[in-house]
């Protein structure tokens, strides 16, 4: 399944997208790091379950409860493991049904393997931009705010009136002839209200 744009923060949408679904793309250490975690998060509790009777040396019953809650944390796992793998394989540009080659033993460890030591795509393909890339939309709303916060200072230079003697727009010799370069200290100097960013 295709995604428009990766998830510029961390919130309860974008970590059950990560950790349940397969939509989007997962780099090489997040695929190794959840399988590691999705690995301890199985067989330590199986190995905390399993008792052996000291007396006997045999292997004690597990109640039916702890039976259950082991099932349901392996099922859990499993999940998570298999939405890993599609979003790795999407990462390297091939589809996420591939993951039922690790279902057959030795493709499967095959397949392990590529997914491990495969780099993926550097560039956008289908399923989303790369792991760790800006999100379009928050970059579409920072120029948009950068856009309003220049406006007067470009309408200023162009001598269109539309300042109406705003005392914050700049003399326009902090704009050059072409309007497209700007002097930031010509700015400051003009403007003693004004701080340079720290």
Do not use: K
Not at 42 to 58: K, M, Q, R, S
């Amino acid at each position: 399944m295709p995604v428009d744009g990766a998830g510029g923060g961390i919130g309860g949408t974008e970590i059950a997208v990560a950790f349940l679904t397969g939509a989007g793309r997962v780099g090489r250490l997040h695929y190794l790091l959840v399988n590691v975690g999705c690995t301890i998060g199985i067989f330590v509790p199986f190995l905390l379950g399993t008792t052996v009777d000291p007396a006997t040396g045999e292997a004690a019953q597990m109640p039916a409860a702890m039976g259950l809650l082991l099932v349901l944390l392996w099922l859990a796992g499993m999940w998570v493991g298999v939405a890993n793998a599609i979003r790795r394989f999407h990462d390297c540009g091939r589809s996420g049904w591939l993951v039922l080659l690790c279902v057959v033993p030795l493709l499967g460890a095959a397949a392990g393997l590529y997914l491990l030591f495969n780099p993926g795509d550097p560039l956008p393909n289908a399923y989303g931009p790369p792991p760790g890339a800006p999100d379009p939309n928050a970059m579409r709303a920072q120029l948009a705010q950068l856009e309003a916060v220049t406006a007067p200072y470009r309408q200023a230079q162009q001598g269109d009136g539309a300042d109406d003697g705003d005392p914050r727009a700049p003399a326009p010799s902090a704009w050059a002839a072409d309007a497209l370069t700007f002097d930031p200290d010509a700015l400051y100097r003009e403007n003693p209200g004004l701080a340079p960013p720290r």
